[in-house]
């Protein structure tokens, strides 16, 4: 999935010198005792430092649902309402996605509901899937061919082919409009600086708050349907597009633009002739992460009436159906691995010169768009219209893996759960309860002063300041309480996949073999929806922290499973040929060389399992965690603006801190080991 691995905030530019390293040091050491001293006296020393005085609280929430409010019900152009401009946006986003969904699901009906009678019938699954195949031929080859084909085909076989054509529906109407919308954003930072600095803390908000908590304003404006969905899958999956342009922007290099100023293009030529076609390599890249964040999307989107494989997977979690759940999610999976392989054989396609002449070429290397026509026609409309068999696959022909998925489970259950209860409650009683207890009595104040110093050592004042002050908003909206055991899951989680990431990441960069294989089961974990981690752990381990803890380590593990072997295979090997002939051992090469070389692509591992696990957590909530997941969950079965938004902001403050002294902390590495 997408990976939230493109939402890595830039780090802090570092500029420090030692005398003023040890002082902080110094100063974060005294602080630290001075922290645990004030644990362990207890509110003996002022009520105030443990429990935020309600007197004391901002009226955030209350402030947000006001103005919502007004938004909603006063808020004016003059000729029409705000309200009236959301809804005639998703008007304008309703006509491709009917088209779309006509085209791919239902056909082209008259008339409105029951009474809807199909004119048109949509292409045939062989059409679409022949279309797909012409695609991933042009794009890549036989391979590429092979493999869409055989994904699409796995939909039709197991019977997610109706659900599937809805999911994809909404996917192509999405992936357009963020593209383009990223596109101009993007363009418009790094020609404007300002601007760009000025985007860049709604981006961070966008990639950490927790979707859930805009759903209910997503619903006020837009409305309850699939239209709606779309504009929440824009709003997460966007961002991206708009990093990657800036990124790939700045990337083209100097010989370029001064060509181009050389021949006399002007401004608009410069941008469209000469910038956006040399970044076109990267700019694919982004595309590739909007597809994969949008499918990402389909499940919290069925929420809202978007329907197809999300609503399928959220159905069969609150049937605790883990059968039907599991085919729904290897449906997206499937889906997700045919968009993300077509993308990236159009990127590359897009960097690399044709080597070949038109004469050289198939037919549907000269004439794709006529191939394409001609499938979509062949098979699909006239194939549809001759033979309804031709439309969907018949039942009789589709498989099922439920049945199986269901028995497994209940097979563990029977033979297995005495020792999964007594590891449970080991866990909880050993190791939760207690690291729960502890950060729950910890003072607010040694908190945030802890953490700004933190911020001050790894990347100076403004860093400080930007903890510190993230982490008193979360006391001073109410939410510090929360907000710790969301920090209590969180951290209980990263440390487990961490130790279990690490070893594997370390074991698998040393044998290739071993690498490819773990590279399927990591993309498939990735693109796996979330909401189907909760389902085994729900019927091994009931509901919990417990249950939560495991739903989020397993969800979380991929990154740093990922950047480990990342940062190992990056590490040159020169360096490890010096140790060698130095007479290092095989694990003084591994523990002196590989991973000290590799620990700033560690540390950023870490820093995505936790951006993984936070975004895991407020899909726990529906397994009974008291955090402030639960709290936006809460907010949105209440229609709750405010509270939902206050706590989706006090998660994403969370986020933006550990992600700025991880990243500080990763460049400091980096800085010593150059």
């Not at 969370?654 to 010593?672: F, H, K, M, P, Q």
Request: charged residues 10%; positive net charge; aromatic residues 10%.
């Amino acid at each position: 999935m997408s990976e939230l691995s493109a939402q890595v905030l830039d780090p802090v530019p570092i500029s420090r010198s030692p005398r003023s390293g040890r002082a902080s040091t110094i100063v974060l050491t005294i602080t630290g005792i001075l922290v645990a001293l004030a644990w362990w006296l207890g509110p003996s020393i002022g009520k105030w430092a443990f429990d935020y005085p309600r007197a004391w609280q901002l009226p955030a929430a209350r402030h947000i649902s006001q103005w919502m409010k007004w938004l909603v019900n006063e808020a004016s152009f003059g000729l029409f309402t705000f309200t009236d401009f959301t809804r005639f946006i998703a008007a304008l986003i309703d006509i491709p996605y009917t088209l779309a969904l006509s085209l791919l699901s239902t056909g082209f009906l008259s008339g409105q509901g029951s009474a809807a009678v199909q004119i048109v019938p949509p292409i045939s699954f062989l059409g679409v899937i022949v279309l797909v195949g012409l695609l991933g031929y042009y794009a890549g080859g036989r391979k590429l061919a092979a493999l869409v084909v055989i994904c699409f085909g796995f939909l039709a076989l197991f019977g997610q082919w109706t659900s599937a054509m809805v999911t994809l529906a909404s996917i192509l109407v999405a992936v357009p409009i963020g593209v383009i919308l990223g596109l101009l954003l993007g363009l418009a930072g790094y020609r404007w600086p300002l601007f760009e600095r000025a985007i860049t803390p709604l981006l961070d908000l966008m990639q950490t708050i927790p979707i859930f908590a805009y759903l209910v304003p997503i619903l006020f404006f837009f409305g309850f349907g699939p239209t709606a969905a779309i504009v929440g899958t824009l709003i997460y999956a966007m961002p991206p597009m708009v990093r990657i342009t800036i990124l790939g922007l700045r990337a083209v290099p100097s010989e370029i633009r001064d060509l181009g100023h050389m021949v006399g293009c002007s401004r608009r030529q410069m941008t469209w002739k000469v910038m956006v076609p040399s970044a076109a390599d990267a700019l694919m890249v982004g595309v590739n992460q909007v597809i994969m964040l949008s499918l990402n999307m389909v499940i919290i989107a069925s929420m809202i009436g978007a329907g197809g494989l999300g609503f399928d997977v959220l159905a069969a979690l609150r049937r605790l159906d883990i059968g039907a759940g599991f085919e729904a999610g290897f449906a997206i999976v499937a889906l997700a691995v045919a968009l993300d392989r077509l993308s990236q054989a159009f990127a590359r396609k897009a960097s690399v010169p044709a080597t070949t002449s038109a004469t050289d070429q198939g037919l549907v290397q000269r004439h794709p768009y006529l191939s394409a026509s001609l499938a979509v026609i062949g098979l699909g409309l006239l194939g549809s219209l001759i033979s309804p068999a031709l439309a969907t696959l018949p039942d009789s022909l589709t498989l099922s893996t439920g049945t199986f998925w269901n028995e497994v489970v209940k097979w563990i259950n029977v033979n297995f759960f005495d020792a999964l209860e007594a590891i449970r409650t080991t866990l909880l009683l050993h190791l939760l309860v207690p690291f729960k207890r502890f950060l729950a009595e910890l003072p607010w104040v040694g908190v945030v002063a802890m953490l700004a110093l933190a911020g001050y050592r790894l990347g100076g004042i403004r860093l400080a300041l930007l903890t510190g002050l993230l982490s008193f908003l979360i006391a001073a909206t109410g939410q510090w309480e929360k907000a710790m055991v969301t920090v209590y899951l969180c951290g209980i989680a990263v440390v487990i996949a961490s130790l279990i990431g690490i070893p594997i990441g370390i074991l698998a960069a040393e044998r290739d073999r071993l690498w490819r294989w773990l590279q399927v089961v990591i993309d498939t974990l990735q693109t796996l929806p979330s909401f189907v981690y909760l389902m085994p752990a729900v019927m091994l381990f009931r509901v919990g922290d417990f249950t939560a803890l495991i739903a989020i380590v397993a969800y979380a593990v991929a990154p740093a499973i990922r950047y480990t072997v990342l940062g190992i295979q990056r590490v040159d090997p020169k360096v490890v040929e010096a140790g060698r002939a130095m007479g290092c051992t095989p694990w003084q090469i591994l523990t002196n060389i590989k991973l000290k070389l590799a620990l700033p692509e560690i540390m950023l591992g870490l820093n995505q399992t936790i951006m993984f696990a936070l975004s895991m957590l407020v899909i726990t909530a529906l397994v009974g965690t008291r955090d402030l997941g639960q709290e936006v969950y809460i907010a949105l079965t209440k229609a709750d603006t405010g509270r939902g938004l206050v706590a989706g902001l006090a998660v994403a403050f969370i986020a933006i801190i550990a992600d700025r002294l991880i990243s500080a902390g990763a460049a400091r590495v980096r800085e010593r080991i150059a």
